[in-house]
């Protein structure tokens, strides 16, 4: 089954404690992203990959980092966290626009992070 | 650079009765328009895109789309909704130029309520 798997599902943390959240993909897919979800924000992006071992800022990057060292897997780092991260977090994956396939963006289930 | 506005953060509608939730976007480049759900506790899920050619985009669940690029509008509509169809719509668009990013901007969702 085509899927986007995102472990743990649910965490609770405290400030300062580093933490890894890991995201796979079975599709093949190039292009990986990362997503928080706050109440009444929306969705706004963290970091993505175009392809293995490229990374890049999204628009709320602080506090977060990534690395791409396979194609499959794409996890965010968070080194230091604080309670300003307590959020949903979502990983998601497409094919890329350089490949002229189809623009659909795949979502994981997402981890409820909670920093205390 | 994108943006994207939902105009109704939330709509409480009776089962069985239409609904439309709107959402308005702003790009200095043509674009790619998306509408995804998110059920309860749950990842989002794609309902349909406009990519290109007709207008009028239909997805999954007989929801459907259209597309005025006049209004700058991709508005989302169902005629007769379900209790099943309680969930967070999101809006989202994508730069549609050659090669050009995956990255999707979100719009703040709405919450629909569908009541008996």
């Known amino acids: 089954e085509a899927q986007v798997t995102q472990n743990p599902r649910y965490l609770i943390t405290v400030t300062g404690k580093k933490l890894t959240v890991t995201c796979s993909q079975n599709?093949?897919?190039?292009?990986m992203s990362w997503y928080r979800q706050d109440p009444g924000l929306g969705l706004r992006q963290i970091y993505y990959s175009m392809n293995v071992e490229v990374t890049d800022k999204g628009d709320v990057p602080e506090g977060y980092k990534v690395s791409r060292k396979e194609k499959r897997n794409f996890p965010l780092i968070l080194e230091s966290p604080s309670p300003n991260q307590t959020s949903l977090y979502f990983c998601?994956?497409?094919?890329?626009?350089?490949?002229?396939?189809?623009?659909?963006?795949?979502f994981g289930p997402g981890t409820r992070l909670t920093v205390l | 650079a994108q943006s994207v506005t939902q105009l109704d953060s939330q709509v409480p509608v009776f089962e069985e009765a239409p609904v439309e939730l709107r959402c308005n976007y702003s790009s200095s480049v043509s674009v790619y328009l998306f509408w995804y759900v998110q059920y309860p506790n749950q990842g989002l899920q794609l309902l349909l895109k406009y990519l290109s050619g007709s207008t009028l985009v239909k997805g999954i669940n007989g929801f459907e789309a259209e597309f005025n690029k006049s209004q700058t509008s991709f508005h989302l509509r169902k005629p007769s909704v379900h209790i099943s169809d309680t969930a967070e719509y999101f809006c989202a668009v994508s730069e549609a130029t050659q090669g050009g990013s995956e990255k999707l901007v979100f719009g703040k969702g709405t919450k629909l309520t569908v009541n008996p």
């Open positions: 998601a994956s497409s094919f890329s626009g350089t490949s002229g396939r189809a623009h659909t963006q795949y």
């Open positions: 599709m093949n897919h190039e292009y």
